[in-house]
């Protein structure tokens, strides 16, 4: 298992013995964010894997009534005039992939 090297900043109890981690980065122009699912084997090693990747920094989540991972993802909108933040709800499939949700 690789460490964590994006600033995590969440750890969160997904009910089932594992651990959701929200790492996330909002710098100048910079957005980024990853969100991995982490537990222990009966063997008692720890596995990681990569649950979504985005341009954006995770800062909430919730389950839809399908059972899939719906995050809140925070962009920083820099411009000359202003600075101020975004927001969108994200539902994560099970293949990684993101749909945003109106």
Known sequence: MSTFGRNPKRFIDD???????????????LDSGRVYRVWRQHDDKWMMRLVAEMEANPVGWARDQDGHLLLLAREEKNT???SFPSYVVLRVWPDGRLEALE
């Open 15 to 29: 009910g089932d013995g594992a651990v959701l981690v929200f790492e996330g980065l909002a710098h100048l122009t």
């Open 80 to 82: 000359c005039r202003s």
